[in-house]
């Protein structure tokens, strides 16, 4: 064959195998090859940094007010005449440097949110997940596996027991069991599931857990979107 006809394949490009572990031993089940365009992304701190300040500005309520000149209870009368007394002249009991005046340049309410390109968060998000893949803090688990036969939460306790982490995150492309909701509900923090399709999961709450457990479905889902749309 002619060196000009031999096809070179980008190594960056390839499948990258990853184990599909059972949720609840978390033992390997079998082998599962992922997308290296969501799981071995440029890993970009500006870009998650970024997105992680422009989604806790949304969070921000906005609701902070000090009170003007105007809204201070008192009296607009000069305090005492300007001259003749030896003291500093005065004017309303209102002012900013008076003891129960106004606040000067206080807060008022506002907006703190603010627009952030698709594209952007689309790369962040692919960013924080290649960096949890890279650095072993991400597993897959089979879709099944996730179901458990009681709500207890008790029984869930001893299943994520077997998992290295004090805090996890189990992310699904379908609703979540109502077993496993229920059980889960009195762990707080460090058991935690949210849902591709419902949730706005983005980069804040994949680098918030130590440990992100992605269902094989939402995986699927996380790669058909990225390969399919314009991020």
Request: aromatic share 10%; with cysteine; glycine share 6%.
């Amino acid at each position: 064959m002619h060196p000009a006809m031999v096809v070179r394949r980008n190594p960056f490009l390839e499948p990258v195998p990853a184990w599909l572990r059972n949720f609840k031993t978390y033992e390997p089940m079998t082998i599962v090859k992922v997308s290296p365009t969501v799981f071995k992304a440029p890993v970009r701190v500006d870009i998650m940094h970024r997105v992680v300040n422009w989604y806790r500005a949304g969070l921000r309520a906005g609701t902070a007010s000090t009170k003007h000149r105007s809204d201070v209870r008192g009296t607009t009368r000069k305090m005492y005449q300007q001259k003749g007394t030896g003291r500093a002249r005065a004017g309303t009991r209102r002012a900013h440097q008076r003891r129960g005046g106004a606040r000067c340049f206080g807060p008022k309410p506002r907006k703190y949110s603010y627009e952030l390109p698709r594209k952007i968060v689309n790369f962040g998000l692919r960013s924080a997940l290649s960096t949890k893949f890279g650095q072993g803090q991400l597993s897959f688990v089979a879709d099944d596996s996730i179901l458990i036969d009681t709500h207890k939460t008790s029984s869930l306790s001893k299943i994520i027991a077997n998992i290295p982490a004090k805090k996890i995150l189990l992310i699904d492309s379908s609703p979540p069991q109502q077993n496993l909701k229920l059980a889960a509900r009195s762990l707080n923090d460090s058991f935690s599931i949210l849902n591709t399709r419902t949730d706005a999961i983005n980069v804040y709450h994949i680098l918030k857990y130590p440990c992100v457990l992605l269902t094989d479905r939402a995986r699927k889902y996380y790669e058909r979107y990225f390969n399919s749309s314009r991020y």
